[in-house]
């Protein structure tokens, strides 16, 4: 078989989200390294699955020596029928030094100008919502001064 032969992945809008989040917490560098905690405090899924987001989860970030920031985000959101979800996005956000400095400080960036992508996965013990189990979505996120913003796509 050649690698050639094999299906090449296709990519279909799912769903938009919007985290609320609160002011990071540095925890300084770490065995792993410069640790950074986001809280979560709420926000918003829209388009294949409509939920509010709970707070209570958070970003569990890494920075890097040269910026960027390993994402490992974990939060629950409930559907307006009372379906429970449970969301892990992991990614990177990285980009040229400059642009990481203005998004520390909290700046308005073009998210063309750095890379922002995570790889979501969905839990859920809700029969109607099974399906999101059975994917593999990725996004291209856009962070705010207090929200990322992100369209997950179904990998197909």
């Known amino acids: 078989m050649s690698f050639d032969a094999l299906p090449i ?3 279909t809008p799912a769903f938009d989200v919007t985290v609320d989040l609160a ?3 540095v925890h300084g560098v770490t065995s792993a390294g410069t640790r950074r905690v986001v809280p979560i405090l709420g926000g918003r899924i829209t388009g294949e699955v409509e939920a509010d987001l709970l707070p209570g989860g958070a970003d569990w970030q890494v920075i890097r020596p040269d910026g960027t920031i390993e994402v490992d985000a974990r939060y629950s ?3 307006d029928q009372g379906e429970l979800l449970l969301l892990h996005a992991s990614g990177l956000r990285t980009g040229a030094p400059e642009v990481l400095e203005r998004l520390s400080r909290g700046d308005d960036v073009d998210p063309h100008e750095y890379e922002f992508r995570t790889v979501v996965r969905v839990e859920t013990s809700s029969p ?3 399906h999101l189990q059975r994917a593999l979505f990725l996004a291209s996120a856009e962070r705010r001064a207090s929200a990322v913003l992100y369209r997950a796509h179904r990998v197909g």
Do not use: F, I, V
Request: aromatic share 0%; net charge positive.
């Open 9 to 11: 992945p296709t990519l």
């Open 23 to 25: 002011a990071p917490e």
């Open 77 to 79: 959101a409930r559907t």
């Open 128 to 130: 109607r919502l099974a």
